[in-house]
């Protein structure tokens, strides 16, 4: 019934920005831990960003002060803002939220992913 849906993935020159959304849909949701993953081909997947309900985040080693998560709770949006984007930054991106509705059990779900390719 929740529904977790990427956006703003692409091609992007070295260098370059991306804004990535997570829309969470449906009736009676509420985010609480949220967190942005990606996974290149033939490689783990790894953690690029998390955001506790409280505001506190943490972020993987690779990024380097260039990436922040931010979120909408009233519209049930996760964002994640790259600058300076690397070739090595190539990997599908996917949300993945701690989420309950109308007040239920504690769920975590993952969305489909979006593409980022950074390349000349």
């Known amino acids: 019934q929740v529904r977790l849906v990427e956006s703003g993935g692409g091609l992007v020159q070295p260098g370059g920005s991306l804004k990535l959304s997570c829309a969470a849909s449906?009736?009676?949701?509420?985010?609480?831990?949220v967190n942005w993953y990606r996974q290149a081909p033939g490689k783990q997947r790894e953690l690029v960003a998390r955001?506790?309900?409280?505001?506190?985040?943490n972020y993987g080693d690779f990024v380097q002060g260039r990436f922040t998560i931010s979120r909408d709770n009233r519209k049930n949006m996760v964002y994640l803002e790259m600058n300076n984007l690397k070739p090595e930054d190539t990997a599908v991106y996917s949300c993945?939220?701690?989420?309950?509705?109308?007040?239920?059990?504690?769920?975590?779900?993952w969305g489909r992913g979006t593409q980022v390719i950074v390349s000349q």
């Open positions: 955001m506790s309900s409280g505001g506190s985040t």
């Open positions: 993945n939220v701690d989420y309950r509705q109308f007040g239920g059990p504690l769920v975590n779900d």
């Open positions: 449906g009736s009676g949701v509420s985010l609480y831990a």
